[in-house]
């Protein structure tokens, strides 16, 4: 059985969630405490010394990023619908994942921790400068989506659950993109019952 470490605020481990729940994996789910500061303690900081959740840990392997955690159940399982074996759809997935993380995702940091979590600790600056970058980042992914129902084509990958988590922390900020071609797409994997799993609480 997988244990993954996770918060149920931390858009990182909704997407390792969707997967599990798509894929029908036995897993148990360890709640960190982030607003308490386990993440700091020693006891998590021996499972990840990056202090960041989440992490997966399978028998005698431990792994911290959310993306490199999907990629491998994908390969360990072969779940090659989530992440195809051809190579032109698996660059274009890779791709997204890697634009998720180093564009997309510093800009919904930026914006969604400020307004929504750190209160009267929150950085204006950082939340001018989300909101400044997000445009351009909504526009570049809207284009991508013009034409397909999925970032990598006709059905989704892991791509599109990693890239969803992000656009619905947004919407904790009221600042979820409004492009239609985004928000067509939000609604189709909206519709995944993984990723409906893996939400907070209402």
Same mark, same amino acid.
């Given at each position: 059985?997988?244990?993954?470490?996770?918060?149920?605020?931390?858009?990182h481990s909704r997407?390792?969630?969707? %997967?599990?729940?798509? $894929?029908?994996?036995?897993?148990?789910?360890?709640?960190?405490? %982030?607003?308490?500061?386990?993440?700091?303690?020693?006891?998590?900081?021996?499972?990840?010394?990056?202090?960041?959740?989440?992490?997966?840990?399978?028998?005698?392997?431990?792994?911290?990023?959310?993306?490199?955690?999907?990629?491998?159940?994908?390969?360990?399982?072969?779940?090659? @619908?989530?992440?195809?074996?051809?190579?032109?759809?698996?660059a274009t997935v890779?791709?997204?994942?890697?634009?998720?993380?180093?564009? &997309?995702?510093?800009?919904?940091?930026?914006?969604?921790? @400020?307004?929504? &979590?750190?209160?009267?600790?929150?950085?204006?600056?950082?939340?001018?400068?989300?909101?400044?970058?997000?445009?351009?980042?909504?526009?570049? %992914?809207?284009?991508?989506?013009?034409?397909? *129902? &999925? %970032?990598?084509?006709?059905?989704?990958?892991?791509?599109?659950?990693?890239?969803?988590? @992000?656009? &619905?922390?947004?919407?904790? $900020?009221?600042?979820?993109?409004?492009?239609?071609?985004?928000?067509?797409?939000?609604?189709?994997?909206?519709?995944? *019952?993984?990723?409906?799993?893996?939400?907070?609480?209402?």
């Open positions: 059985m997988y244990i993954l470490y996770h918060h149920p605020y931390s858009q997407r390792v969630v969707s %997967l599990l729940e798509e $894929a029908r994996f036995d897993y148990e789910l360890r709640s960190v405490a %982030l607003d308490k500061g386990e993440h700091m303690s020693p006891e998590y900081l021996s499972i990840n010394p990056n202090h960041q959740v989440p992490t997966l840990v399978d028998h005698d392997v431990k792994i911290h990023e959310s993306n490199a955690i999907l990629r491998y159940l994908c390969i360990k399982h072969g779940l090659w @619908n989530w992440y195809p074996e051809d190579l032109k759809a698996r890779e791709q997204w994942l890697d634009w998720n993380q180093c564009h &997309f995702s510093p800009t919904v940091v930026d914006i969604v921790l @400020n307004k929504v &979590f750190m209160g009267d600790k929150a950085d204006p600056a950082a939340i001018k400068r989300g909101e400044e970058r997000l445009p351009a980042l909504a526009a570049i %992914l809207d284009a991508g989506l013009a034409d397909r *129902e &999925f %970032l990598a084509g006709a059905t989704p990958t892991i791509a599109d659950l990693s890239m969803a988590s @992000n656009i &619905f922390h947004l919407g904790l $900020a009221e600042a979820m993109p409004t492009e239609p071609n985004i928000t067509e797409w939000y609604q189709r994997v909206s519709r995944i *019952e993984g990723f409906q799993k893996s939400l907070p609480p209402a």
